[in-house]
Antibody, heavy 120, light 107 residues
């Protein structure tokens, strides 16, 4: 079954770090990029960045540069996103999404989301 | 960065209505424009890619079109399962920004 299964919700204190995982199955992991998208409460979707499981190349949203790291493990077909120095406005549902490698890039498979709550 | 301006931010409609949502890019993005449907507590769902290509399995009442930097998502006859929030997204260049979303509510 083609799917992305994300890790469970997290509660963190301001200043801490969080790592969310996304296990892919049912397709060739290295043939598709993985993006991370978040949605804060009452807000829209925000693209956070992208990683190629094939090359390890990454591209992060400028506002998250220095705080976010995206990685993949091809042996376990798992993508991970670590966000450091958490603030209250990082409270959001975090999604991983598979990027179609065709000529027109789009996200055709999504995880169900991981709620990260940042609160003192 | 390319900004995506979506309108309206919300609309009220009835089952059977024709609904139109627009999205304007701040610069040329060719046809690198996708539409997603998002319901609370679920993962977003791809509806249309490359401005007008309907994803396999998506009902044909959803159509997308493009004119320059203006893009339109049309639902020809709103169904009960279509009440959701819709987002456009440009995939021309990173950051792959989304529009602000359009919430389609029941009148």
């Amino acid at each position: 079954q083609v799917q992305l299964v994300q890790s469970g919700g997290e509660v963190k204190k301001p200043g801490a770090s969080v790592k969310v995982s996304c296990k892919a199955s049912g397709y060739t992991f290295t043939s598709y990029g993985i993006s991370w998208v978040r949605q804060a409460p009452g807000q829209g979707l925000e693209w956070m960045g992208w990683i190629s499981p094939y090359s390890g190349n990454t591209d992060y949203a400028q506002e998250l540069q220095g705080r976010v790291t995206m990685t993949t493990d091809t042996t376990t077909t798992t993508a991970s996103m670590e966000l450091r120095s958490l603030r209250s406005d990082d409270t959001a549902v975090y999604y991983c999404a598979r990027g179609n490698p065709g000529p027109y890039w789009y996200f055709d498979l999504w995880g169900r989301g991981t709620l990260v709550t940042v609160s003192s | 960065d390319i900004q995506m301006t979506q309108s309206p931010s919300s609309l009220s409609a009835s089952v059977g209505d024709r609904v139109t949502i627009t999205c304007r890019a701040s610069q040329n993005i060719n046809i690198y424009l996708n539409w997603y449907q998002h319901k609370p507590g679920t993962a977003p769902k791809l509806l249309i890619y490359a401005a007008s290509s309907l994803r396999s399995g998506v009902p044909s009442r959803f159509t997308g079109s493009a004119s320059g930097t203006d893009f339109t998502l049309t639902l020809s006859s709103l169904q009960p399962e279509d009440f959701a929030t819709y987002y456009c997204q440009q995939s021309y260049t990173t950051p792959y920004n989304f529009g602000q979303g359009t919430k389609v509510e029941m009148k």
